[in-house]
């Protein structure tokens, strides 16, 4: 009998200098993240160490200081660390991976205290023990969630390597460029999960619908270039990843490539520094078209076109967003006042899990939540099935979480993370019963 645990290592193996490459390269980006988004500005002045030691002990005092977003974003900064310096440890070290896995740890918890400790000297910085705690948190998750998803990563990031390694030079360079674009649409990176700092760039119109006028708005200069810049996006949609002599077709490659500029301006909202003009989006997309267009004039002996199941799900989940939108925002009672917004992103900031206004904020949009789980189930992919959760339900959430800070412009609503919090964890168990209730129907289709 054939020793599961064997089976895996043995799969693990196969392309293991890549992997291994990959979660170390992983490992050390996102802790020198971890550092520029600690210490940017990057503006050290002297302090005193009598000033400094009292910085530090005031922050283990509970009270209004203490900050649910800053305690989430501190977690998440160090969670990518904590994986991909996991995934390293069992990979280098099989026989010592407890052993490894505990200095690592140390290491980053070494890390952060020395990151709290160096914010002392920066502008606008405070050091916090708090902090130090949040990210050995963030570490710890990191470690859990390699443990839980490790051979379905390991699978996918073979298969990126193989796709990757067998693209040609010209699709090689195409990729290398959408990851320098996507790094230069969210830069400086001094991202932020506070909704007052987020309301404060829409208070200062540094956060714009498309066409909206501000001193701070791109130039129509700007335009130009965004969507000059933005044409190798949609000849790289059309032509990478697919087999060989193979290639997508304008239209296909295009909604791929509206989606992930979609997906960049939707984090680029949280970059504070940064100011986020829907006009520069739909600038982008019109470039993105234009290189879908001109890159689908490629001969290959084989297209990629959009078809009908791709249809339904592309309208199924239109149709779910907008109402989903309904559910939250219903009725509509918009109230454009920045004063207003920002008084009621205060107030949510303080009181992040504030009770709901009533029970109609919550259980349509858990009705909605359902609804996707059991429908996206049974859909899950059979080879990376806890991937593909964990992506369904961060997206969820997301949406989730967009439709909520949008509530502080409604009047009469109440943004709380309660309700965020219902709706993403209904979409979790949702996609284990669909994906349990679609089991034994397939197994019977395979017997019969």
Known sequence: MTDPPACRRAGRETGAPVVRVAYGAGAALFA??????????????????????????????????????????????????GLCAAALVESGWPQRTKAVLAGTFACAVALSVALELGQAFVSARTPSVVDVVAEAAGTAAGFLIWRFVRDELDALLRLIARRVGRATPAEQILLAYCCAFAIAWLLPGDVTLRPGEIGDKFTHKRLLLPFMSSPDAVTPAGLAFVAVAAVPLGAAAVLCGCALQARRSAVRGWAIAAALLAALEVVQTTVFSRTTDGTALVAALVGAACGAAAAAAVRRTRVVVIGAPALVVATSIAVWLSLTAVCAW????????????????????????????????????????????????????????????????????????VLESARVLLDGKRPTLVTVAVQSATVAVSLIVGRSASAPLGLRRQVG
């Open 32 to 81: 020198a993240y971890a550092v520029w988004g600690s210490l940017f500005p990057f503006d050290f002045h002297r302090v005193p160490l009598a000033d400094l030691a009292r910085a530090w002990t005031a922050s283990t005092t509970p009270g209004p200081a203490w900050s649910l977003t800053d305690l989430l974003s501190n977690v998440l900064l160090f969670l990518p660390i």
């Open 330 to 401: 219903w009725p509509f009672d918009v109230v454009l006042d920045p004063d207003r917004a920002a008084l009621q992103t205060m107030l949510w900031s303080r009181a992040p899990f504030r009770p709901p206004a009533g029970a109609f904020d919550v259980v349509p949009g858990a009705v909605m939540a359902a609804t996707a789980g059991l429908a996206l189930g049974p859909r899950l992919s059979s080879r990376f099935t806890r991937l593909h959760a964990l992506l369904v339900v961060g997206l969820a959430a997301g949406v989730f979480l």
